[in-house]
């Protein structure tokens, strides 16, 4: 019954010996040959990096932990029986490589329920945007806000009693312009349940935590790493901060979705749901299946491997780029992923494949025949355009992930005009990819069918779907940061060469 702190910190010395042993043992075996393809061709087929939470296998898809996605769902913890996974379950193993218990998962869910607070500034650091700005534009924005807590002034000190809850609100209200006054006015705003929220700081309690909090830096591991910690521990500001952020996620991308579709509405958090119903319910959607549909969909997004643009930069970022001479910490990190994955060749293929298959539907009509689908891909290839949804730079067979997609669509809304239009899709592209001879996996991946399952349940704006992807990505890129930190992941530093290098060394080789 240990938590996932408690599990990690097991496992954690362990690893750093199997790392060890790797170095000394294997560290002169080779692992291929680069050729100068590979260096034109963006790295592609080079192994150059050590990921540990998933391997993307071309044929078979990504396994995480080494489980695939049909084993993840028959085997990790559900909301309801034979359900779809709880995307904290996916945390866990991702972490520890172990399937955690129903109740460690719900201990987990609690735990990030308790985390969520969002600080006032992140909010109004995305009020300062235009509400047209595109959504992943708006997130990012209050990913990085969220590393920052620029109300400093401390008045509390280490021997302050709380005398009783309504006296801690009203001393920090009153005297401090601080991160728990930033807590406290989102707890007041947005939780359903203030009390709740303060449980930790009941009558009696002293205020060391609530005083740790208002040192003016939201980052843990900024505030570690000016304090001179230890390069050993680094791995625990890194966990703390990598929990914060993924609980607090949600409650930032939600904010954006109210903002720009729903009049500012802001929906609060519900204490009584997980993860991903919480994600779907903050954003005003409460059916059951969509609840369902979030827990699958934030699981499968969760991670694929180390070398995908948001992968890499998030990974790249923390080990390599300094910010005020300290290593970046999981916000800023999570920030710089979040923008690789806003381009078209990426994470935004889901808004892309939703706006094309409109604009089939809008020229051609829900009833399009097979023969007018081919002329629309053709004619979307000659003017020089991608299908988005389908290729991948890794996999060469159908995305696992489009599959499980298929699989819920088929169970929980077969006559969708536009799930069937997917389908219609799936035989007519493959064909016609394979036909220009240069695609080197013409199979849908992920993106070609997220868009219809969302729009079926009304969540209907497309431009905003990245931001879910998003979401999802903080789970596996902030799961991996924390085993770059504890496995000592040095600086990423490969070497670049010119044409002239180039052509100089083929010539004398
Ligand atoms: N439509 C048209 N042409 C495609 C294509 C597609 N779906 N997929 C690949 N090609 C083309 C490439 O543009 C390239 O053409 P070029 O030589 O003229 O530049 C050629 O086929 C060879 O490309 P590749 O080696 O098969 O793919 P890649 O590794 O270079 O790129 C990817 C992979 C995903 C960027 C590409 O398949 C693509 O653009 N797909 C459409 C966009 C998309 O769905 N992206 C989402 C991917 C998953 C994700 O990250 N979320």
New binding site residues.
């Given amino acids: 019954h240990q938590d996932l702190h408690s599990q990690l910190k097991e496992f954690i010395p362990e690893q750093q010996e199997r790392l060890k042993k790797i170095k000394s043992e294997y560290g002169k075996v080779q692992l291929g040959n680069i050729t100068v393809d590979m260096v034109l061709g963006?790295m592609?087929g080079m192994t150059g990096m050590l990921w540990e939470t998933s391997l993307l296998d071309p044929d078979e898809g990504i396994r995480f932990r080494g489980m695939s996605i049909p084993e993840c769902q028959k085997l990790l913890p559900a909301a309801r029986p034979g359900g779809e996974p709880l995307p904290e379950g996916l945390l866990w193993l991702l972490l520890t490589g172990k399937v955690p218990t129903k109740d460690q998962v719900d201990a987990l869910s609690k735990e990030l329920r308790s985390r969520a607070a969002v600080p006032d500034h992140v909010y109004k650091a995305i009020d300062a945007l235009p509400s047209s700005a595109h959504p992943m534009t708006q997130f990012a924005t209050g990913v990085m806000a969220l590393q920052v807590d620029k109300l400093k002034i401390l008045t509390v000190t280490k021997q302050t009693k709380c005398v009783d809850n309504s006296l801690l609100i009203k001393s920090t209200l009153g005297k401090m312009g601080s991160l728990w006054v930033g807590a406290m006015l989102s707890v007041g705003k947005y939780f359903a349940d203030p009390a709740a929220f303060l449980k930790p700081l009941a009558s009696g309690d002293w205020l060391t935590n609530c005083v740790k909090c208002l040192k003016g830096v939201q980052s843990e591991f900024q505030k570690a790493y000016e304090n001179g910690i230890h390069k050993s521990k680094y791995w625990e500001p890194t966990y703390v901060d990598s929990l914060n952020l993924i609980a607090q996620v949600p409650v930032v991308a939600s904010y954006v979705y109210r903002r720009m579709y729903k009049n500012g509405q802001v929906v609060p958090m519900d204490d009584s749901l997980d993860y991903g119903a919480n994600f779907a319910h903050m954003l005003g959607f409460d059916s059951p299946d969509m609840l369902e549909l979030m827990r699958l969909y934030v699981t499968i997004h969760s991670d694929h491997e180390g070398g995908?643009?948001s992968a890499h930069t998030g990974h790249l970022v923390s080990d390599s780029i300094l910010v005020a001479s300290a290593l970046s910490d999981p916000y800023l990190s999570f920030a710089a992923a979040l923008n690789g994955l806003a381009g078209?060749?990426?994470?935004l293929?889901?808004q892309?494949?939703l706006l094309w298959i409109k604009s089939v539907v809008d020229e051609c009509g829900e009833n399009i025949t097979t023969e007018q689908l081919k002329d629309y891909v053709w004619k979307t290839?000659k003017s020089g355009k991608?299908?988005?949804?389908?290729?991948?730079?890794v996999l060469r067979k159908t995305d696992p992930r489009y599959m499980c997609q298929r699989e819920f669509a088929l169970k929980h809304l077969p006559d969708d005009p536009l799930f069937q239009l997917v389908s219609k899709l799936y035989d007519v592209v493959p064909p016609i990819?394979t036909e220009?001879g240069?695609?080197?996996?013409p199979w849908p991946?992920?993106?070609?069918h997220s868009g219809v399952l969302l729009n079926h349940y009304g969540l209907t704006e497309a431009r905003y779907y990245t931001v879910l992807?998003g979401v999802s990505r903080s789970i596996g890129i902030c799961s991996q940061l924390i085993w770059d930190r504890a496995l000592g992941l040095p600086l990423e530093r490969p070497k670049s060469v010119t044409m002239d290098w180039l052509e100089d060394y083929c010539k004398k080789s």
């Fill in positions: 963006g592609r995908n643009v078209p060749l990426h994470g293929a889901n892309e494949v290839l991608v299908v988005p949804g389908f290729g991948h730079g990819l220009l240069k695609v080197k996996n991946n992920v993106d070609a992807f």
